[in-house]
């Protein structure tokens, strides 16, 4: 298991479809994103095989902010390969799109280092792999840049 995480966490990602070890197929959203110019990393296969295709189902108030569904598709992201470009370039950090939070109202993106990001139009760090997940489920805000 994750060690770290909170119980009510791993609880939220196992009744969303995850199991540990779980190894999803990638490919035809690599070749989707590919045509669009995005260029995955390794930290963008590593999760989206580990956690592509699950949909969290949370909603009310969290411990910092709301807690508001998300979806680990990173197709949902399509069309949006100049905010990506964009916001990566200002961080200084490559942004793989990995879906949507809050039914599109938001995007998720994963930088080489593993680190998760809601983008918009201000872009919120999150923390690492899992343990971003884990702000997502719980409502931890994240650290936003203008």
């Known amino acids: 298991m994750h060690e770290g995480l909170p119980a009510e966490t791993i609880e939220t990602l196992l009744s969303s479809g995850w199991t540990p ?6 490919r035809q959203w690599i070749e989707v994103l ?23 189902d949370v909603q009310g108030s969290g411990i910092s902010c709301a807690r508001v569904p998300f979806e680990l598709d990173p197709t949902l992201c399509s069309g949006e390969s100049d905010r990506f470009s964009d916001w990566g370039r200002r961080l200084g ?34 923390d690492l792999r899992e343990k971003g997940l884990d702000m997502l489920i719980r409502g931890i805000a994240a650290d936003t840049e203008p």
């Open 93 to 126: 950090r490559a942004l793989y799109p990995i879906g949507e939070l809050d039914y599109g109202q938001f995007f998720l993106a994963i930088d080489e280092d593993g680190v998760l990001f809601i983008v918009s139009d201000v872009v919120g760090r999150l």
């Open 34 to 56: 590919d045509g669009e110019g995005f260029a995955i990393h390794e930290a963008a296969r590593k999760f989206l095989s580990e956690f592509g295709g699950i949909f969290v």
């Open 21 to 26: 070890g779980r190894l999803v197929d990638i």
